[in-house]
């Protein structure tokens, strides 16, 4: 069982930055396809950036140029910086892993963009 812890949230003026981390607990992620996503209140969940384990990304068309999803794998943590941060960003952020049929989901950080 992979357990994963994120942490890294907060309130953040727009146009601010914050950066995301989940660390893994039982398990590498450098051999998972690893992701964050996020969900507003009144709204689905969606997906935020996806990293393979081959090291291929693709961004959600809204984060697109903003966001960078890394991974360490000395540290075993996936990281997701975020800039020039919007209003609409403000969500609950879950970090998630893949491996085969497996999927792990973290317990979220809540990200707020206000003044």
């Known amino acids: 069982q992979v357990q994963l812890v994120e942490s890294g949230g907060g309130l953040v003026q727009p146009g601010g930055s914050l950066r995301l981390s989940c660390a893994a607990l039982?398990?590498?992620?450098?051999?998972?396809?690893v992701g964050w996503h996020r969900q507003a209140p009144g709204k689905q969940r969606e997906l935020v950036a996806h990293l393979t384990s081959g090291a291929g990304t693709n961004y959600g068309d809204s984060v697109k140029g903003r966001f960078t999803i890394s991974r360490d794998n000395a540290e075993n943590t996936v990281y997701l910086q975020m800039n020039s941060l919007k209003p609409e960003d403000t969500a609950a952020y879950y970090c998630t892993a893949r491996l085969g049929e497996y999927s792990f989901w973290g317990q979220g950080t809540q990200v707020t963009v206000s003044s």
């Open positions: 039982g398990g590498r992620l450098s051999a998972m396809n």
